[in-house]
T-cell receptor, first 112, second 114 residues
Framework: DAKTTQPTSMDCAEGRAANLPCNHS???????VYWYRQIHSQGPQYIIH???NNETNEMASLIITEDRKSSTLILPHATLRDTAVYYC?????????????FGQGTTLQVKP | EAQVTQNPRYLITVTGKKLTVTCSQN?????MSWYRQDPGLGLRQIYY???????DKGDVPEGYKVSRKEKRNFPLILESPSPNQTSLYFC?????????????FGPGTRLTVL
């Protein structure tokens, strides 16, 4: 699985968009980009995933660059409850172990 | 409500006293997995199961056992717990393990071994 690089921490004002970047320059053609978040030692929560097209769901949008070497998770209107550690994970859909490799993630602090 | 449940949520025990952490999912998922989370080490996979009666070791299986006799349950067994197994444990499930399906995580079990 390709390695990912994320900033250690970010701040965002409540009500504004939070843009969380992720670098995955060694991603392979069959690897998906997943985003999960973990709110204060709770179980990680799935947010969104994509292969090469931009994706949007009720929680967030995922923008993947054309060369697929980086992506951005967008929380359009951040709230205080979005304060969490956000993990960008790259994994092949045909994984033999189903394992998700969680790095250090980005700690997002949403401030009033 | 679709969910993964774990019991107990908190447990303090002593070295050598066998314990079982239960995990159950109500989504008819084929794939289930156990992780442990430790400060500075992130989440590491302990064991996983692609389907009933099919289990395999993850990255840190030493000191743990699992079984998958029913699709919904995937208990984690510590036959002789030691202090280095003090950790936060998460169970996860997904429709299939070898596909792009999202994984659902349980609320976690905080285990302390004295």
């Amino acid at each position: 699985d390709a390695k990912t690089t994320q900033p250690t921490s970010m701040d965002c004002a409540e009500g504004r968009a939070a843009n969380l970047p992720c670098n995955h320059s060694t991603i392979s053609g069959n690897e998906y980009v997943y985003w999960y978040r973990q709110i204060h030692s709770q179980g990680p929560q799935y947010i969104i995933h994509g292969l090469k097209n931009n994706e949007t769901n009720e929680m967030a949008s995922l923008i993947i660059t054309e060369d697929r070497k980086s992506s951005t998770l967008i929380l359009p209107h951040a709230t205080l409850r979005d304060t969490a550690v956000y993990y960008c994970i790259v994994r092949a859909g045909s994984s033999n172990t189903g394992k998700l490799i969680f790095g250090q993630g980005t700690t997002l602090q949403v401030k009033p | 409500e679709a969910q993964v449940t774990q019991n107990p949520r908190y447990l303090i025990t002593v070295t050598g006293k066998k314990l079982t952490v239960t995990c159950s999912q109500n989504m008819n998922h084929e794939y289930m997995s156990w992780y442990r989370q430790d400060p500075g080490l992130g989440l590491r996979q302990i064991y996983y199961s692609m389907n009933v009666e099919v289990t395999d070791k993850g990255d840190v299986p030493e000191g743990y056992k699992v079984s998958r006799k029913e699709k919904r349950n995937f208990p984690l067994i510590l036959e002789s717990p030691s202090p280095n197994q003090t950790s936060l444990y998460f169970c996860a499930s997904s429709r299939r393990g070898n596909s792009y399906n999202e994984q659902f995580f349980g609320p976690g079990t905080r285990l302390t071994v004295l």
